[in-house]
């Protein structure tokens, strides 16, 4: 085969596997929006896509050359932020833990930040060593980031991609998921949930019901349902138009207790689950493992507040797909076993 031949056919069938990988997810979106794989095949269509362009450009010098500087300004992008990420964890892990309760939820963040600090220290350590043992779990570890890093970046690409194919998603009602009241008063977070609701039920002309999810903590004086209901009134929802859910004490709880009261007052699917911005997410996956036909959009949430949470539900998913984990756990045995075999030969 000449090179012309050659170079057409390797064009050809890099363009045949981006568009398989595009025809892919736009069946997957179609199907069902909140599955998790559509996070890692936009990943994967992105990868393919670069490729082939690499590919195409290198008959031609300029593009060549074009293409080259631009992937040194998006590597250099990326090292700069792989580089200043664990600081950023770090300080927005204090401010968390110095303005929010101490708990391990709330220091994940802080911990992030300094498991990538500390783990290359620990890797070069291992290294020097230079005997099987150590060289074993020096690969072990960094497949671990690795297989770490490559479920977070499906699991953020699915986010971006869930929210921006969710903006106007049909509702026939809409449910606030509750968060803990403070001194029985509805707090800035979840107020900002229920602001949120209030202008998706003005973007379908008011005539949705609005259901106030949520139950009694030990240290509330009553439901927050009842709270929600009480500041969905004064904000202009009408009384008629407000439902309140007042047993759940979990996401799973919210959900499936909100769709019983609705179906109990003939009010049929789809639905709308208002939560913040960083739960939205993780609460569609819920609603698509309970069967319920329901999307999920989020409030704006204080900035500082942020990475922690969106760590914390990160990780609540990766629990909920055991599945990806069964097969990081695989690839980093696999990695340690052949690394083994290679030393010890």
Known sequence: MDPTTEFVVHVLAG???????????????RRDPRALRNGFLLVLAAYHLLGFVALAASRSRVL???????????????????????????VDGLVVLRRERRSLGNSLALLAGL???????????????????????????????????????????????YAWTTRRAPARAVIVLGAGLVRGEVPPLLAARLRRAVAAVEQR??????VASGGQGPDEPYPEGVAMGEWLRRHGVAADSVLVEDRSR???????????????????????????????????????????????????????????AYLREFVAVLVEHRFLLVLSGLAV???MLATWLSLTA
């Open 15 to 29: 363009l045949l596997g981006v568009l398989v990988l595009l025809g892919a997810l736009v069946w997957s979106l």
């Open 64 to 90: 060549e050359t074009l293409t080259g500087v631009v992937s040194v300004a998006a590597l250099g992008l990326i090292a700069l932020g792989l580089l200043l990420l664990p600081l950023l964890l770090v």
């Open 115 to 161: 498991s990538l600090v500390v783990l290359p220290v620990v890797v070069v350590g291992l290294l020097r060593h230079e005997n099987p043992v150590t060289g074993t779990l020096a690969v072990g570890l960094v497949t671990a980031e690795a297989c770490a890093g490559l479920l977070f970046l499906g699991f953020a690409v699915q986010t971006a991609l």
């Open 205 to 210: 002309a008011g005539s949705v019901p609005v």
């Open 250 to 308: 979990t996401t799973r709880e919210n959900l499936r207790y909100s769709a019983d009261l609705l179906a109990q007052h003939g009010v049929p699917e789809p639905y709308l689950v208002v939560t913040n911005d960083y739960h939205a997410p993780r609460a569609a996956l819920l609603a698509r493992r309970l069967g319920i036909d329901a999307q999920a959009i989020g409030a704006p949430t204080a900035r500082y507040y942020w990475p922690g």
């Open 333 to 335: 045995a696999g990695m």
